[in-house]
């Protein structure tokens, strides 16, 4: 299946070895090669060791991560933001099988959504890309900081980044900016990732 959204160029769903996998203007944004990504960052930052109950993703893709927080939380409550309406349609009917009671999505761009909505989050995950590049508000000290004003006192926040080629200093630039934020931040490098977890504690 294929479409074209005014966020999203070029969307389409491909079937690898039994299994669906999600590619936006030619970037792999679920699947297999994602879960692995995510496995590897959540063994790092030791989730399993954490009991969340109000979870919120910014930026749905396929929805891998949505999967893999709602197997290790599963009393977890989880919103899902999405700029693109097409994108969360996707991840519900190709991705998100079963009872998805769980789980709310909102249409929206996310730092409108940091800025208007209310409540707080144990635990904020930032998987913002445009095919396969990451906006740069994602890193500004505006958007970590209002991020940072959501979290319940012991949450904490996860950003899939990058770190190959033009991404090496930002990513660099980015670490610093959450230093500057948080009393607690590790990183876990894998291919062009570079993930972030940060904790106000």
Known sequence: ??????YNKYIRINDEYGEKKLLVN???QSGRYIRNLWDGAFKKFDIDK?????ILVLGVG???VIELLHAQFPDAYITGVDIDPVIIDIAKT???TGNLSYVQFVA??????????AGKYDYIIIDIFVGNIVPDFVKSKSFISCCKQRLSPNGALCINYLQDR?????????EQTLRNLF??????RKANNRFFFAQIV
């Open 94 to 96: 190709y991705f998100l």
């Open 1 to 6: 299946a294929e479409y074209s959204t005014m």
């Open 62 to 64: 396929g929805g891998t």
């Open 183 to 188: 009393s607690h931040v590790s990183d876990f």
């Open 50 to 54: 954490l009991s969340w109950k109000n």
């Open 26 to 28: 030619g970037s792999i």
């Open 166 to 174: 033009q991404y090496k200093e930002k990513s660099n630039e980015f």
């Open 108 to 117: 929206v761009d996310a730092k409108k959504y940091m800025k208007e909505s």
